[in-house]
T-cell receptor, first 113, second 118 residues
Framework: SAVISQKPSRDICQRGTSLTIQCQVD?????MFWYRQQPGQSLTLIAT?????????ESGFVIDKFPISRPNLTFSTLTVSNMSPEDSSIYLC??????????FGPGTRLTVT | GNSVTQMEGPVTLSEEAFLTINCTYT??????LFWYVQYPGEGLQLLLK?????DKGSNKGFEATYRKETTSFHLEKGSVQVSDSAVYFC?????????????????FGQGTTLQVKP
């Protein structure tokens, strides 16, 4: 399995600011994803981070709000821009492994005040 | 579109009780099905998976069978422990035609909180 780390593990930010979350994988992987888990809710896919090209966003998520970088096969960042309290969530990155499995990072708990 | 529906929680059981958490899905194509578990204060862990109809996934005493005829993937455990207290998520991932590859996009159910009392 893949070992995934995220930084920061948690942060408290003021509205209107931006936060960049890093995701590091211990092996090269083709597919990386970013999910959001709002308080008490399930996980929702934000986007697929593609190496060497722009991220592919799901309905309801836009690049201006959640810019993503994927400079190589082991690393990705997600920026939450111009934050509001509604952005308070856990943000998780994940990778596919093997043919069907997907593993998740420990998550970044973001609180916007 | 594709979707996953789980039974409402929270579920409260006594230790050694039998557990069933219902999960049904709607999907086009050939989905793979998963159960993930989130222990308090921790990240999401893959518990078990099934990639085609009639497959049974199992791990740590938990089992789930991929039932295409009822579009279900119910999670069961014969005897729960206090340490099983967690949130359980059912999820699907759509495969390509013939199941040769995985899109990687997971669709999650709403999660079911399980509390096991000693």
């Amino acid at each position: 399995s893949a070992v995934i780390s995220q930084k920061p593990s948690r942060d408290i930010c003021q509205r209107g600011t931006s936060l960049t979350i890093q995701c590091q994988v211990d092996s090269q992987v083709t597919m990386m994803f970013w999910y959001r888990q709002q308080p008490g809710q399930s996980l929702t896919l934000i986007a697929t981070a593609n190496q060497g090209s722009e991220a592919t966003y799901e309905s309801g998520f836009v690049i201006d709000k959640f810019p993503i970088s994927r400079p190589n096969l082991t690393f990705s960042t997600l920026t939450v821009s111009n934050m509001s309290p509604e952005d308070s969530s856990i943000y998780l990155c994940s990778v596919t492994w093997g043919k069907y499995e997907q593993y998740f990072g420990p998550g970044t708990r973001l609180t916007v005040t | 579109g594709n979707s996953v529906t789980q039974m409402e929680g929270p579920v409260t059981l006594s230790e050694e009780a039998f557990l069933t958490i219902n999960c049904t899905y709607t999907a086009t194509g050939y989905p793979s099905l998963f159960w993930y578990v989130q222990y308090p204060g921790e990240g999401l862990q893959l518990l078990l998976k099934a990639t085609k109809a009639d497959d049974k996934g199992s791990n740590k005493g938990f089992e789930a069978t991929y039932r295409k005829e009822t579009t279900s993937f119910h999670l069961e455990k014969g005897s729960v422990q206090v340490s099983d207290s967690a949130v359980y998520f059912c999820a699907l991932s759509e495969n390509s035609m013939g199941g040769s590859s995985n899109t990687g996009k997971l669709i999650f159910g709403q999660g079911t909180t399980l509390q096991v009392k000693p």
